[in-house]
């Protein structure tokens, strides 16, 4: 009787143990959201800052991928970009990657992610064939050589102005650095803040374009690989100063009286509100010019102005920052493991230049057929058709932690709190690191 | 119940699942932690073994330094104004309020309740300097001073954050530190008035001493929490201007979430627990000092 119940109780024993271990292991254990074949769904996770994306898509499996939305239902997941490259690590590592996505903002981490088999290279496929020459030597630069990304933008920088504040305040449209710089100032005694820039948090980038561009004119379109390559140092007298020409701006008060409180949408809505003369941006902002709900200035009262040559500078006014942008990519796992994803991109690549040039946006997709796109637009367009050497953002070759540093100091580099040596230093310990 | 606990196959069954799980959701976490200090790599590319690399790199990490003392700053403040309000709050439900006392106590520990986002929206909003001019500087303005970039500037920030914390926190103290001044028999305190002690000298004298062991616990809940606190940092200034605003629990955060590197942030994780240990250990040994001198 006593052997019988002591057999009892640790029969019980190790069948609570047993419980709750799996208990404790399914908790631990990942949920797939749709890769691999068994997929229900074509899983999208797009970012909360880029509405096109997810319109697009939308558009898409209404229109012209319907027949793919219906074999595998679209569906859009939206997070904050300032996190994506920690979400992506996160759901890569638990091979939980969505079906697409929107590509890290650290190039570095989508080859990490390659490395480790986890994202679809197109070289080589049909879907590659659809992605115009500009925006694949795009992506080649940033990738070594593989198509990793769709490219689902095809941008130039440079700055945006205000042409009736200009005016207002006697500027013509400056030629060099130092002819926009002395605009800045008479800007400014006019009581027209000069620039709008966000600085707030990991918006940072509104104001470390500058540095970038900066420095590209200044130390011509190979310095930031000198960086990447360990060759140079941002810490470098000729980089430093570059920072410090920057920080300059910001202390003479050119980015506003605080742009580290001033985030992306506020230092759009400053600039298409009249509040400030000169943007520098991307050509993805074009579908807010565009916009009359957004522009309150009038789309035809707005010009651009490629960033200008520094006199004595190694580069030119013509080397057009220019990038694939918010691009996207395909888990590998999900690609090779399902038709029904494969077919979502064949149709992404032959229909999504036209859809999204509807919407304003210019992509890296050939064009299916005419579009009618407007005047700033087809501004842009001209652009990237007569842009001679392309060259990339300050950020594009540092990892992760370096482009966090980066972006996020921009804010105080551009309120000139922090030196432009100092922030060089953050910059570089970051990428030492 | 005695041949019941006597009995260890009992006691098995009692704390046997419960001590299963808090093996399997704390103490193993933990030790994996401690294991990623001695490793490099990342969840993608995998890990390598470094040995004490990450421990020389925390040393030279010319970001560690400020985080350090950022968290150490902010833990001392904040401590010291959770107790001291907290302790003020008691004292005014004691001996002032009194029966009065429960409305009070309940509006001061109300933001206590509040979800720590709301309550740093809600100061953001009234600290904000621009786009828009938040309460605060309205306030300035109308008294005829310039606005303040108060989350704009190192210096400024540190006390918006710190006034928010205290604020946030000083309800929860002040009844916490309630309970030990209310334990106090009232016949010592009749006792040392029938000698003559004044208001302020029977708080010095008879109240402090007396509520020290529950100041002193209050203290280590205190200094435990500020010396890890992140969200209420995380979402009123997200570590800035820049970096300036920066705990070690954000830096561990950015660096094995944000960079991948849970190596390296293991080993960050590592230094706070330490930090954490050797503070609370100061704060006992001095409590027993200071209990031999009151007794």
Redesign the interface.
């Known amino acids: 009787m006593f052997h019988s119940t002591s057999r009892a ?1 640790r029969t ?2 190790t069948a ?2 047993a419980a ?2 799996a208990i ?1 292991l399914a ?1 631990c254990s990942s949920g797939g959201s749709g890769a691999g074949s068994s997929a229900k769904e074509f899983t999208f996770l797009a970012i909360n800052e880029n509405s096109t994306i997810p319109t697009v898509l939308t558009s898409l499996s209404e229109n012209e991928c319907a027949a793919e939305n219906k074999a595998l239902p679209l569906k859009i997941n939206k997070q904050a970009q300032a ?1 994506l ?2 979400q992506l ?2 759901l ?2 638990q091979n939980a990657l969505p079906s697409a996505f929107v590509s890290p903002n650290s190039p570095d ?1 989508l080859k ?2 390659d ?2 088999g ?1 994202v679809t290279d197109f070289t080589g496929t049909d879907v590659e064939k659809s992605i115009v020459p500009v925006a694949l030597s795009g992506v080649h630069t940033l990738y070594d050589d593989k198509t990793l990304v769709l490219p689902t933008e095809l941008n130039i920088e440079g700055i945006w102005y205000n042409k009736a504040l200009l005016e207002k305040a006697g500027v013509s449209e400056p030629t060099s650095w130092e002819s926009l710089k002395d605009s800045f100032a008479t800007l400014d005694s006019a009581g027209v803040q000069p620039i709008s820039a966000a600085g ?3 918006d940072g980038w509104g104001v470390t374009r500058w540095v970038g561009a900066y420095i590209y004119r200044t130390l011509g379109p190979d310095a930031l690989k000198k960086i990447s390559d360990g060759s140079a140092k941002l810490t470098d007298p000729e980089y430093a100063d570059a920072a410090n020409v920057v920080a300059e701006l910001g202390s003479s008060g050119y980015f ?3 742009p ?3 985030d992306y949408a ?1 230092a759009l ?2 600039f298409l509100t009249g509040q400030a003369a000169y943007y520098y941006m991307g050509s993805w902002a074009v579908s807010a010019f565009n916009d009359p709900e957004q522009n309150k200035i009038g789309a035809d009262n707005i010009g651009f102005l490629p960033f200008p040559a520094v006199s004595g500078g190694k580069g030119s006014a013509d080397q057009t920052p220019a990038n694939v942008g918010t691009d996207i990519a395909f888990s590998k796992s999900a690609y090779d493991g399902d038709e029904k994803v494969k077919s979502w991109a064949s149709c992404i690549a032959a229909n999504y230049g036209a859809a999204a040039l509807r919407e304003g946006q210019i992509t890296g997709f050939a064009v299916n057929g005419d579009v009618e796109v407007p005047p700033l637009t087809q501004l842009v367009q001209t652009e990237i058709a007569d842009s001679g050497e392309t060259v990339q953002w300050f950020e594009a070759l540092f ?3 370096a482009t ?2 980066s972006q ?2 921009g ?2 580099l551009g ?1 000139g ?2 030196s432009g040596s100092d922030f060089m ?2 910059v570089q ?2 990428i030492t ?1 | 119940m005695k041949s019941v606990l006597s009995d260890k ?1 009992a006691i ?2 009692l704390l ?2 419960a001590l ?2 808090y093996t ?2 704390m103490l193993l976490p933990m030790l994996w932690s401690l294991g990623y200090t001695f490793f490099t790599g ?4 995998g890990f390598e073994f470094a040995g004490f690399a990450n421990f020389a ?1 925390f040393w030279n ?3 560690s330094g400020p985080a350090v003392l950022f968290t150490i700053k902010y833990a001392l403040v904040v401590t010291v104004g959770q107790i001291v309000f907290g302790y003020l709050l008691a004292l005014l439900y004691t001996f002032f309020l009194k029966r009065a006392s429960n409305v009070v106590r309940t509006l001061v520990f109300f933001p206590v309740v509040l979800p720590t986002v709301a309550v740093s929206l809600l100061f953001q909003k009234m600290f ?4 828009q001019t938040g309460l605060v500087n309205s306030v300035l303005n109308g008294l005829g001073m310039e606005s303040v ?1 108060w ?4 210096g400024t920030a540190f006390v918006v954050i710190a006034i928010m914390d205290i604020w946030r926190a000083m309800g929860f103290y002040g009844v916490l530190l309630y309970t030990g001044v209310i334990d106090i028999p009232d016949d010592v305190m009749e006792a040392a008035r029938l000698d003559g002690a004044g208001t302020f000298s029977l708080i010095r004298r008879i109240v402090i001493p007396l509520s020290w062991p529950v100041i002193i616990a209050a203290g280590i809940f205190s200094i435990n929490g500020t010396l890890k606190v992140f969200d209420s940092i995380y979402a009123l200034t ?7 605003t920066t705990p070690l629990t954000l830096y561990m955060y ?2 094995a ?5 849970y190596g ?1 942030g293991s080993t960050i994780a590592l230094m706070l627990t330490i930090m954490c240990l050797l503070v609370t250990v100061a704060i006992f040994r001095s409590t027993a000092r200071n209990s031999k001198e009151f007794s």
């Open positions: 109780r019980v024993l609570a143990a709750v271990v404790g908790a996190s490259d920690q690590q996160l890569g590592g981490l990490e992610l490395s480790a986890k707030k948090g990991g506003g009286p605080s580290s409180s001033i506020t809505n400053q990892g992760p932690a966090t540093a996020t100091n804010g105080p309120s709190q922090l230093n953050t310990s970051s690191n | 196959r098995g069954v046997g699942p299963l799980v399997l959701v990342s969840v993608l590319g790199r990490d010319p970001n904000e300097f621009a786009p970039d989350l704009g500037n190192p997200g570590g800035g201007p820049g970096s300036a950015r660096t979430f944000a960079g991948g590197d390296y």
